[in-house]
């Protein structure tokens, strides 16, 4: 491969390695992180899956239902490995966001 050829594609590579990570937080106050969560969290979703409602849950309860699943004191089939992934700042920006949807809008 011509050497100009390796730098144009390293070039066109390097904005769309970035924008997963960019997109994924995008929004104010915690809506682009909670994307993440509103795919198993769905207020529809519960008719036919038996993944806990978050709905009147309030922020001080999803923060620290995340740190026990994030150190393993909570049991859990899945919310430990995706607890795992977010810091305390990023719970906490989370548990605004959650405990104050209106689950009727989502
Ligand atoms: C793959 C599906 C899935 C995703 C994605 C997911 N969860 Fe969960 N969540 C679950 C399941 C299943 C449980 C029950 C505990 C377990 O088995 O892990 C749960 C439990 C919870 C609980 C405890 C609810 C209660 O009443 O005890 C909270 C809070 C929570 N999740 C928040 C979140 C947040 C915040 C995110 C996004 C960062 C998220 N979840 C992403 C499936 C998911």
Known sequence: MALRTIVFLTLLSVPLSLRPAAA?????????????????????????????????????????????YRTGRRPATI??????GYSDAEIDRLAAYLAGLHWGEQ
């Open 79 to 84: 919310m430990d490995r995706i607890a795992s």
């Open 24 to 68: 994924a937080d995008d929004l104010p106050g915690g809506a682009g992180l909670a994307r993440n969560c509103l795919i198993c969290h769905a207020k529809d979703y519960h008719d036919v899956s038996p993944v806990p409602r978050l709905t009147g849950l309030d922020a001080a309860g999803i923060v620290e239902a995340l740190r026990e």
